[in-house]
């Protein structure tokens, strides 16, 4: 079928009114009359040579015809609509799709990202959160934010900035804690990582009691949890600087510990859009700005 040749008026009521199993509900959101959709769809079958709907006294039923033409349909007609909504006051629209770090998303990126639409308004942002799994390819993304060592098979990864765990715990919490030694005492919430909490009594010069606390898969849950007084957590202080200068935690000792940095990644096959170009210059800049003050 030769696509200037396509009847885009009989195909787009056969869609409607497939949705809507009705031709009456089709005529409505198509802005015509029930007699005209009707028609249309008869043209088509015509056209096809096939039996898209049954008509039933109580409605329509498609048929296993219009099953199979459906999809295909109603995918096109999205991705035109969508395509078209992308176009505003003579510009085009474009979307970049990010997924992120849940603690870094909430933490770091969502009280800056204002920032970066108001340079860029024509850039629609389209974020996801993980817990630092992520397939780019299978998931679309233009850019993941990963913490880790940068080493992703196939993957070009940028440094943002390193974000140090420390001990971190409600006011009630803090005041009993004298020595590094006595946050053992606590219940120690954890994440998936077996070392971290080692590695900060190291740091600490203190000895590691037996590490048995709660284990998250996500710091925004472990602190969380640690706000309900339950524990404490060990997480990066920058990502959770609102909730430490409002007072809700304290960071009981100037304790550090790095397990590795934010990256910037993307899939080395993938070349750079525009709004890839722009967001990477962005994201550059801002962690410029954190590096100078941590």
Not at 121 to 134: A, E, K, M, W, Y
Request: hydrophobic letters at 45%; charged letters at 20%.
């Amino acid at each position: 079928m030769v696509r200037p040749h396509l009847p885009l008026n009989a195909l787009r009521a056969f869609e409607a009114a497939a949705r809507h199993l009705s031709f009456t509900r089709a005529a409505i959101e198509l802005c015509v009359t029930q007699a005209a959709v009707s028609h249309q769809v008869k043209l088509l079958e015509q056209r096809l040579g096939v039996t898209l709907f049954r008509r039933l006294p109580r409605g329509l039923m498609i048929t296993e015809e219009g099953l199979a033409l459906l999809p295909t349909l109603k995918d096109s007609f999205d991705r035109m609509a969508d395509m078209l909504e992308r176009f505003e006051g003579g510009h085009m629209r474009e979307v970049l799709t990010l997924g992120a770090v849940g603690t870094f998303a909430v933490g770091w990126l969502l009280p800056r990202l204002g920032g970066f639409r108001a340079r860029h308004p024509f850039i629609d942002v389209r974020l996801s959160t993980n817990n630092n799994r992520v397939d780019i390819a299978a998931e679309g993304l233009d850019y993941a934010i990963r913490f880790g060592n940068g080493a992703w098979h196939d993957t070009e990864a940028e440094p943002l900035f390193e974000a140090p765990l420390s001990a971190l715990c409600v006011p009630a919490i803090a005041a009993r804690q004298r020595h590094p030694e006595d946050v053992g005492r606590e219940t120690l919430l954890r994440s998936y990582r077996a070392d971290e909490w080692p590695g900060w009594f190291e740091a600490a010069g203190a000895p590691a009691p037996a590490i048995t606390g709660p284990v998250f898969d996500s710091s925004v849950l472990m602190v969380e949890t640690a706000l309900q007084g339950t524990g404490v957590a060990l997480a990066p202080p920058l990502m959770f600087s609102r909730h430490l200068a409002s007072g809700a935690l304290e960071q009981p000792f100037p304790v550090y510990v790095s397990k590795g940095s934010y990256w910037l990644t993307r899939l080395k096959s993938r070349t750079p859009t525009p709004a890839m170009t722009a967001f990477s210059d962005w994201m550059a800049e801002m962690a410029a700005e954190t590096r100078a003050l941590v």
